[in-house]
């Protein structure tokens, strides 16, 4: 489902996952500094979005979410993960609860198997499952935005800015009122400075919630018992994950960013080293410069200086060893 918004004078497609968006607008700087400073949007409409409503469905939800859902108040934000059974990351929801119905958004074209899995455990539960993407679109005003969400649209507010779900039919008409739109690079650098992981770019098949610094915003530790729970209370109680996550100050004087998937080994050790890990995520930071996040073995010392291929990385912990 391509965005209105590609239409736009300037406007780049992105590609992979954040195919049907911009990329950006023309000016990736100035499209970041903008958002930095409170101004402009994001156009998140390539995002599933799943709604949940019915008498059972916060108490429903806190059974089979890794967070604490069962009291939560109408309008108070939240994250949550969905784990299988030996504790693996497979969805990740960002959610609100209207008083009426849990709104969330979730990776594109993620949200048939999560609305697939949700089905499969209603039971005798009262709650109704519905994917709204197709009427609704995501919107991201950054942190400090004085812009005005229209009357009676959903509003998930966090520290970083302000998601609204929007009819997708006024799209068009919201954004050419509140611009000017910044693209998903913009946003995907203030994600990579603010250590926020992303599901499919900072997990892979084997990532747990320990690993990326989940626990705390989207794993409660002192709830009922959910999938993948056994796993979560044994590296909290017995042990410490065997990844840890880390944000890369990169070589400015590297051409190109090394991508996803690129091998992350210690300088020291140089080209033919042994990999302790990989890039999950880069961009060009319009203050930082080159950065990325990355997955790394835990004992990797962190005040080692790194290689991202032929890049050379500083890390900063974001995961304790």
């Given amino acids: 489902m391509k965005s209105p918004l590609l239409f736009l004078p300037g406007a780049v497609p992105a590609e992979g996952q954040d195919e049907g968006v911009a990329a950006h607008y023309g000016d990736l700087f100035r499209e970041q500094r903008a958002l930095a400073d409170g101004t402009g949007l994001v156009d998140l409409s390539h995002r599933g979005v799943v709604t949940v409503t019915g008498d059972d469905r916060l108490s429903w939800l806190h059974l089979l979410l890794t967070q604490h859902v069962s009291e939560l108040p109408a309008g108070r934000a939240t994250e949550a993960l969905i784990l299988s059974a030996h504790g693996h990351i497979e969805h990740a929801l960002y959610l609100v609860d209207d008083g009426e119905t849990v709104w969330a958004h979730v990776e594109p074209g993620t949200q048939g198997a999560l609305i697939a899995y949700l ?34 649209v959903v509003v998930r507010e966090t520290s970083y800015g302000r998601d609204l779900f929007l009819p997708r039919a006024d799209l068009e008409s919201y954004a050419a009122s509140y611009g000017p739109p910044a693209g998903i690079l913009a946003y995907e650098a203030l994600r990579i400075e603010g250590h926020r992981p992303r599901l499919g770019f900072e997990t892979d098949h084997r990532t747990i919630p320990h690993e990326l610094g989940w626990i705390g915003s ?14 979560v209370a044994r590296v909290e109680n017995l042990g410490k994950p065997p990844r840890r996550l880390v944000f890369l100050h ?45 997955l790394v073995k835990r004992n990797v010392p962190v005040d080692a200086e790194l290689m991202a291929g032929d890049t050379a990385a500083a890390q900063e912990a974001v995961v304790e060893a």
């Fill in 119 to 152: 089905e499969s455990m209603k039971f005798f539960y009262r709650v109704e499952v519905a994917d709204r993407t197709d009427d609704i679109a995501v919107v991201h005003l950054p942190a400090g935005s004085i812009a005005e969400p229209p009357e009676g």
């Fill in 218 to 231: 989207a794993v409660h530790l002192h709830k009922g018992c959910y999938r993948g729970q056994e796993t």
């Fill in 250 to 294: 990169l070589d400015g004087s590297e051409v190109h960013l090394p991508g996803h998937g690129t091998p992350v080994r210690l300088a020291a050790d140089g080209a033919e080293g042994r990999q302790l890990g990989f890039i999950t995520t880069s961009a060009r930071h319009h203050e930082l410069g080159p950065i990325a996040l990355a």
